[in-house]
């Protein structure tokens, strides 16, 4: 399993981003995916979680600004971040899972199969 972010970058204060993850030897309908990041200093920690049938969750801190979406036919999911502030500065990882996750779980590093190699997002003030 092969899994490809890209998308990341520098924008200001208020601006927009959309990262994508290509994944390659499996197939995205059978699999949750998911976004973390880590910024300097800080552990990894979950932004968002999309399940297969389309129930999705996300950290209080993105609630309202960022997206989590899936194309199967392409094989890729993606995270559209809307007014992006300077906290959301960090190392961006896609993650696919084969469990089922919830409420108490989606955002647990040890329950993703497979990582991708992260995208630097930099927001500036």
């Known amino acids: 399993v092969q899994l490809v972010e890209s998308g990341g970058g520098l924008v200001q204060a208020g601006g927009s981003l959309r990262l994508s993850c290509a994944a390659s030897?499996?197939?995205?309908?059978?699999?949750?995916v998911g976004w973390f990041r880590q910024a300097p200093g800080k552990e990894r920690e979950g932004v968002s979680y999309?399940?297969?049938?389309?129930?999705?969750w996300y950290a209080d801190s993105v609630k309202g600004r960022f997206t989590i979406s899936k194309d199967i036919a392409k094989n890729m999911f993606y995270l559209q971040m809307n007014r992006l502030k300077p906290e959301d500065t960090a190392v961006y990882y896609c993650?696919?899972?084969?469990?089922?996750?919830?409420?108490?779980?989606?955002?647990?590093?040890?329950?993703?199969?497979?990582w991708g190699q992260g995208t630097q997002v930099t927001v500036s003030s």
């Open positions: 993650a696919t899972t084969r469990s089922g996750l919830g409420d108490s779980n989606w955002n647990v590093r040890g329950l993703y199969d497979s």
């Open positions: 030897s499996l197939t995205l309908g059978a699999y949750g």
């Open positions: 999309l399940r297969e049938r389309d129930n999705t």
